[in-house]
Antibody, heavy 122, light 112 residues
Framework: QLQLHESGPGLVKPSETLSLTCNVS??????????WGWIRQPPGKGLEWIGR???????NYNPPLTSRVTISVDASKNQFSLRLSSVTAADTAVYYC??????????????WGQGILVTVSS | DIVMTQTPLSSPVTLGQPASISCRSS???????????LSWLQQRPGQPPRLLIY???NRFSGVPDRFSGSGAGTEFTLKIGRVEAEDVGVYYC?????????FGQGTKLEIK
């Protein structure tokens, strides 16, 4: 079964860029027509979809974040990444990577990483 | 954006008794390809979410058969046949029919 694992700094200063990587093991990130996503959860709150990238490289983002977010895939490393620029305290959350999503499969996030808490603070 | 509304937001249940959670979408979740991408996720305390049900009524691998999903169009339901202690947590419905994907607010299942 696939396993996903997030990595990156747990503390980011305001106005800087948050960068996280999700390593996928137990299968190829390039298999079939898959896409991979990032979801975040502020402390004590619900889930917010950030965006997704297909294994061909096309991406879709949540409109409120579109101007600040980039999600990319690196098939050679079997991983995908999140960059969120100009962060503020409102971006403090547990960030999850999840996938794959396949329209011909479940059409949902089959597997989730454990999550990484990112705190935005000076 | 499609708004997902769950009821109730909190559900105290007696062990061994059934539980039911409703989810309503602000527009039809039927995709142009005929599929309905409505799923249910479970988040146990301190854990990441886990996929339980996909495309309305399909149990994901390893999910006990006491979990079942039903519905169509804009109205969906997750049922737990007999609640066990390990079912405590927050349940979310999610739609992936249209970008941006959206989640319900979450329903907290707790034992009475």
């Amino acid at each position: 079964q696939l396993q996903l694992h997030e990595s990156g700094p747990g503390l980011v200063k305001p106005s800087e860029t948050l960068s996280l990587t999700c390593n996928v093991s137990g299968g190829s990130i390039s298999s079939s027509r898959y896409s991979w996503g990032w979801i975040r959860q502020p402390p004590g709150k619900g889930l917010e979809w950030i965006g997704r990238v297909s294994n061909s490289g096309s991406s879709n983002y949540n409109p409120p974040l579109t101007s600040r977010v980039t999600i990319s895939v690196d098939a050679s490393k079997n991983q995908f990444s999140l960059r969120l620029s100009s962060v503020t305290a409102a971006d403090t959350a547990v960030y999850y990577c999840a996938g794959p999503v396949s329209g011909s499969g479940s059409g949902s996030f089959d597997y989730w990483g454990q999550g990484i808490l990112v705190t935005v603070s000076s | 954006d499609i708004v997902m509304t769950q009821t109730p937001l909190s559900s105290p249940v007696t062990l061994g008794q059934p539980a039911s959670i409703s989810c309503r979408s602000s527009q039809s979740l039927v995709h142009s390809n005929g599929n309905t991408y409505l799923s249910w996720l479970q988040q146990r305390p301190g854990q990441p979410p886990r996929l339980l049900i996909y495309k309305i009524s399909n149990r994901f691998s390893g999910v006990p058969d006491r979990f079942s999903g039903s519905g169509a169009g804009t109205e969906f339901t997750l049922k737990i046949g007999r609640v066990e202690a390990e079912d405590v947590g927050v349940y979310y419905c999610m739609q992936a029919t249209q970008f941006p994907y959206t989640f319900g607010q979450g329903t907290k299942l707790e034992i009475k």
